[in-house]
């Protein structure tokens, strides 16, 4: 079982171009998420969805732009890469957003650097 | 916003045992999660608690005290693939996993 892919692994992007992170489940979760890691910071939320139709923003949502047309997909958007961007991108999946039992699990991550 | 505190790092001989602690603020609690993370690959989900007390899953163990904002990962009979960050992650009144910033935990021989 794939459970959850993305690509690209790594990129390196110059400053104002754009940029999509492309997220896949083949679990058929309800709920996706998009994390960005940094030294330090830990995991910080992005934009989640609960489920296919619907996003939310989390906590660092400036920037940054998501879809969710199908259950599987989840797709990440920066509109004008800055080089605060430059980061580790962690998407994840779980069942259903609304239990204290819901467990999230995530995918191998993308390195993104912004010059 | 939340808080969340870990210590950054920790070092141990293999064979023996390591506690890393967490501490949290939050608004609202819906459980508690572990996460072990080796370097250069995704957090894997190690455990999870909700109501005060101990769960134990074969070397690993997790404490949580509602009350005291509080919970350890205990490692037992450690070996060289347990070197890794392992993150603390409390669920909020939202829903939403807050995570700490992580232990990165060194294991000597």
Redesign the interface.
Known sequence: TAGITQAPTSQILAAGRSMTLRCTQDMRHNAMYW?RQDL??????IH?SNTAGTTGK??VPDGYSVSRANTDDFPLTLASAVPSQTSVY?CASSET?????????????TRLTVL | ?QN?DQPTEMTATEGAIVQINCTYQTSGF??L?W?QQHAG?????LS?N?LDGLEEKGRFSSFLSRSKGYSYLLLKELQMKDSASY?C?V?DGD????????TTVTVRA
């Open positions: 994390y330090g910071l830990g995991l910080r939320l989640y989390g906590e962690f957003s609304g239990s204290s039992t819901d467990t999230q699990y995530f995918g191998p991550g | 916003g969340i819906n459980g999660f996460y690959e995704a957090p894997t989900f999870y909700v993150l992650a669920r829903y939403k996993l807050s995570f700490g910033a992580g």
